[in-house]
């Protein structure tokens, strides 16, 4: 699944070349995504510049005056740009039309969507149903180890599993999560209430840390992600020190990695350098 820093690599291309496009045409192909596109939604953008391209968790948001586009790209999509002419491919469900810039959303899972916030019913689109219950993002400034050990106070909840808690704070997916653990020392099991706050201290860092490097390496590597210049996205776990190395050895202690199955998802950690 394209978590924050794909998402924030596709944002990163889009915001180079749409902001001040005018949609001349918005066409669905097929509107039978996780949530089916609004039907009125091409009359809605049509004729109206796309003002900015931002993102909030891993929703890109493509903003005009009235109103958002929300975008997610589900478990296998992806926004890429293509020649206004070029054959559509048969899971290229969407396309916007910007007088010589041509963008598809393609997706062959069909878990993402395409919807639209009004700003007739909130001006923030930060109330959308969608968006209202996320947690900040991870480079917030209030996101502290101070910070992080007051949300954790009182939950016996695995500390991996309370990273992908998109309410607790947005964008730690399943790898990235497991890439922080191993830099902060800290055992994937580890009672969240249990961090003291040089550990919450170590642990945002390396929170910092790892999604800057997956965003600078342009993603992590799906097999079906694709940025908007439609290249596969960078091969993040080539870089990975632990997730995806089960039996290999351990980058600073050579002990074979081990992994684990927390909440239906694989954990990859390092037996002697992670720490309860």
């Known amino acids: 699944m394209p978590e924050l820093p794909e998402v924030e690599t596709t944002r990163r291309g889009l915001a180079t ?3 001040g496009t005018t949609v001349h045409h918005f066409v669905v192909y097929n509107a039978r995504l996780r949530w089916p596109i609004p039907q009125e939604l091409p009359q ?12 909030r968790a891993k ?20 926004i890429r740009r293509v020649a206004p002419d070029s054959p559509r491919l ?67 909840q695995a500390i991996k599993q ?12 399943n790898i990235y999560a497991s890439e922080a653990l191993f830099r902060a020392a800290i055992h994937p099991k ?25 965003i600078q390496a342009g993603g992590t590597t799906l097999q079906d992600y694709q940025s908007t210049s439609g290249e596969a996205g960078a091969y993040f776990e080539l870089h990975a020190q632990v997730y995806g190395k089960a039996g290999k050895p351990c980058p600073q202690c050579h002990q074979p990695i081990k992994r684990i199955t927390q909440g239906q998802r694989a954990t990859y950690y390092c037996t002697r350098c992670q720490h309860y």
């Open 17 to 19: 070349i749409i902001p």
């Open 44 to 55: 809605i953008i049509q004729g109206h510049p796309i003002i900015s391209c931002t993102r």
């Open 59 to 78: 929703y890109l948001l493509l903003n005009f005056s009235h109103g958002s586009q929300i975008i997610h790209l589900g478990m296998s999509g992806s």
């Open 90 to 156: 048969k899971h290229d469900h969407a396309e916007w039309r910007l007088g010589h810039i041509t963008l598809r959303y393609h997706d062959p899972r069909r878990f993402g969507a395409i919807l639209w916030h009004d700003n007739g019913t909130s001006p923030d689109v930060n109330d959308h149903v969608l968006l209202r219950h996320l947690g900040p993002e991870p480079f917030d400034q209030q996101v502290t180890g101070a910070w992080l050990r007051g949300q954790l106070a009182g939950k016996r």
């Open 162 to 173: 309370s990273l992908l808690d998109s309410r607790l704070i947005v964008g730690i997916g």
């Open 190 to 214: 580890t009672p969240a209430s249990r961090l003291s706050l040089p550990r919450c201290d170590r642990l945002i860092q390396a929170i910092q840390t790892t999604l800057n490097a997956a």
